[in-house]
């Protein structure tokens, strides 16, 4: 299959997942119009971290889905654009943007081929969960998180760590994906991760592993600085892993795997270095 028809197969997917997702109790989007904030204390801790307070910075938020997440930074005062390849998704995003009265711009775009004119416009490029694995080129991806970025400007990236998508089952311990080499590789999947109870008509998607090691070169040959990699052992949902993970009295979500947790999430923070004068 070429990188092409893999997109349009995911993209099939993910417009199926961006006109029922938001009609579950996953997206809360009635909670969102009534004022809450749809961000997971991880992403607004690395986000303040990387640059203390969104408000009045340009933000990009990358692979945004139906714009829940984006639309929360606006909140918090960013000037925001999202970016989706879905069209549905997109569509969804602007409604949902009019419905909460809040001024974004949504564009339909590969996030490993941003349009020209999004080029040195942020101050902050993010995207969180649900990422990379779902990109064929991870270089082509951080050189346009990168060129979307002004001199100075900071990537937030938040993901499920590459080891937990190599996880079949836990006991025993099975593996079914690779750990890293980005090669394209057709997975059956017929629900959700945000709800099983309903079977999906696009029964395949083809997903691409990245490790953490690949990710950082990655970032690295599009000129971005490493501030931070940290690798997390928790998650405040199961993913759509529920049978695999276990749910703490903290609510928190952990994989143990022969009684020792291991890592379900990764952050990375990098900074695109500033222009100096010859």
């Known amino acids: 299959m070429s990188v092409d028809d893999a997109t349009e197969l995911n993209r099939a997917r993910w417009d199926e997942l961006a006109r029922r997702h938001g009609q579950d109790s996953y997206y809360d989007v009635d909670g969102f119009l009534a004022g809450r904030l749809m961000l997971t204390t991880r992403e607004r801790a690395e986000m303040s971290a990387a640059v203390g307070t969104v408000s009045g910075l340009d933000l990009l938020h990358v692979q945004c889905h139906f714009g829940l997440g984006t639309l929360s930074w606006a909140r918090l005062g960013a000037r925001v654009t999202g970016l989706d390849f879905s069209p549905v998704a997109v569509e969804r995003a602007r409604a949902l943007a009019a419905t909460a009265g809040i001024d974004?711009?949504?564009?339909?775009?590969?996030?490993?081929?941003?349009?020209?004119?999004?080029?040195?416009?942020?101050?902050?490029?993010?995207?969180s969960y649900g990422v990379l694995p779902w990109i064929a080129d991870v270089t082509a991806w951080m050189i346009a998180a990168a060129t979307a970025?002004?001199?100075?400007?900071?990537?937030?990236?938040?993901?499920?760590?590459?080891?937990?998508?190599?996880?079949?089952?836990?006991?025993?311990?099975r593996f079914g994906f690779p750990y890293q080499g980005g090669g394209a590789h057709r997975l059956p999947s017929t629900s959700s991760y945000a709800s099983s109870a309903t079977a999906l008509s696009t029964t395949e998607t083809?997903?691409?592993?990245?490790?953490?090691?690949?990710?950082?070169?990655a970032a690295a040959h599009a000129g971005l600085h490493l501030d931070a990699l940290t690798e997390h052992l928790d998650a405040a949902n199961p993913e759509g892993r529920g049978d695999q993970l276990q749910h703490g009295p903290d609510d928190r979500w952990r994989l143990i795997l022969a009684g020792q947790p291991v890592p379900v999430q990764y952050s990375l923070r990098a900074t695109l270095p500033a222009r100096h004068a010859p």
């Open 149 to 173: 970025l002004r001199p100075g400007g900071t990537l937030v990236l938040i993901d499920g760590h590459p080891l937990i998508q190599m996880i079949d089952t836990v006991d025993p311990v």
């Open 104 to 127: 974004a711009r949504f564009v339909q775009a590969d996030a490993q081929r941003l349009p020209e004119d999004l080029a040195g416009s942020f101050d902050v490029v993010f995207a």
């Open 206 to 217: 083809v997903q691409y592993p990245h490790g953490l090691g690949e990710i950082v070169t």
